[in-house]
């Protein structure tokens, strides 16, 4: 998963857009479009068009969302492009959607997201927006653009009120760039198989499509920060996956695995007035994780691994290849002590292999949290965390004078949901 880091300025920016002139803006802007046509028709209901659309009521629709306000300090470094060891309040957050059921077996819906942290967002993006069709348990499908089932949490981190870490393990789902790997444009092929009462069942997810990634997203704008070239069209590119779910027998135990297959991606680089390209070779990303959740223990853990190798190429010049190699993991743990308060605590690691052995090789992060529900409507989280490593979370810009190799992060977050 694409992260923002120390590295990035030579390997989160490598895969690309399949053609270097194609407007990446032009392109996101027209699908969206289509998607919100495409949602709009499905809240007319089948059959007779506007004038048999279907009450407001038979649509069963749906209004949901949240809002937090977050704050940051660090002891030293400062973190997301916000002055933390000042003591940043730099972190807004609010997510509207709107689901719709015009028949029993079709659902639409849509989900914005307003986002500032820091230097970054400050304005409104759409997280999904998609038509889901389930034939019977076995099979469905859903299309638009879909959160992508990656992994353990990649489809919960878009909901803030539904689990109690202020920051999920960052090694692998980096705050700043949970707008990239959210979603993609393309559909999804799910359902379940039930098996021997013995065997459990399996839940099973086949994905496939493209990923959009604006220049002024993170993922690009940070990687680049102290680099000559600049990828002014952003970039995209194809990929296939699957992701199996093993609920086992063992009550509450769930082991699952993901895998991604990108192409080869290609992006307009430029390095002052010259153009050329940037692109990345076909690579597999993939995730194993298990889950175990009984009464009021919740225990999990992840591993991920995510090589890939690409190049930079300018006319009259030999191509640049680099080649990354990135394994992260983290294992949790949370209790709920009593009817209002949960408390947990996770340590998380991330490695680049291919990197030098100094600070900005590695991330390894001990995190104490506690969430307190004071009704249905309003939360509170709380959270430690003992850093080691500088190779997640840091803008260069904002640590003029370099980084220090630890960093205490504390992080204060309170919410309201609807």
């Known amino acids: 998963m694409l992260r923002h880091s120390k590295r990035s300025t030579t390997c989160d920016h490598t895969k690309r857009l399949d053609g270097d002139e194609r407007d990446l ?4 802007s027209m699908m969206k479009r289509l998607f ?9 209901g089948g059959g007779g068009g506007v004038t048999q659309a279907q009450s407001l009521d038979d649509l069963n629709i749906q209004i949901h969302g949240y809002a937090t306000q977050g704050f940051l300090y660090t002891n030293q470094n400062n973190m997301f492009t916000t002055s933390s060891s000042n003591g940043s309040p730099a972190w807004d957050e609010a997510v509207v959607n709107v689901t719709a059921q015009p028949t029993q077996k079709l659902r639409v819906g849509v989900q914005a997201r307003y986002m500032l942290l820091g230097n970054i967002g400050n304005k409104i993006t759409l997280d999904w927006a998609a038509a889901d069709y389930k034939f019977n348990e076995r099979i469905g499908v ?29 090694g692998i789902y980096a705050l700043t760039s949970r707008n990239s790997f959210l979603s993609h444009y393309g559909g999804i092929a799910y359902g379940t198989f039930r098996l021997d009462e013995k065997f459990g069942k399996l839940d099973y997810r086949v994905f496939g499509g493209q990923q959009l990634v604006g220049a002024d997203d993170p993922a690009i704008s940070l990687g680049m920060q102290g680099s000559p070239v600049q990828l002014p069209n952003g970039w995209s590119g194809t990929f296939l996956g699957g992701t199996l779910n093993w609920k086992t027998p063992v009550k509450g135990l769930m082991i699952g695995s993901s895998d991604w297959k990108y192409q080869y991606w ?6 002052g007035a010259t153009n050329g390209s940037q692109f990345s070779n076909p690579c597999n990303y993939y995730w194993n994780y298990a889950r175990y959740e009984m009464n009021k223990v919740m225990v999990a853990a992840e591993y991920t691994r995510q090589p890939y190798n690409g190049g930079t190429t300018f006319p009259g010049s030999a ?4 080649w990354v190699d990135v394994r992260a993991w983290y294992g949790m ?8 308060l949960t408390i947990g605590a996770y340590h998380s690691q991330s490695f680049d292999h291919q990197q030098p052995l100094q600070p900005a090789r590695y991330s390894k992060d001990w995190t104490v949290s506690g969430r307190y529900d004071f009704n249905q409507f309003l939360y509170t989280k709380a959270e430690q965390h003992f850093i080691d490593g500088t190779e997640l979370g840091y803008d260069s ?9 630890t960093c205490r992060l504390t992080v204060l977050k309170i919410g309201v949901t609807f």
């Open 266 to 271: 290609k992006s307009l680089a430029t390095s």
């Open 25 to 28: 803006t032009k392109r996101e």
């Open 36 to 44: 919100v046509s495409a949602l709009a028709l499905g809240l007319l």
């Open 333 to 340: 743990a949370s209790y709920k002590l009593a009817d209002k």
């Open 397 to 405: 810009t904002m640590n003029p004078d370099g980084l220090k190799p």
């Open 142 to 170: 859903r299309f638009g653009k879909v959160k992508t089932p990656s992994g353990l949490l990649n489809e919960t981190q878009d909901i803030d009120p539904s689990y109690m870490w202020a920051l999920l393990p960052q």
């Open 319 to 322: 191509t640049n290849t680099f």
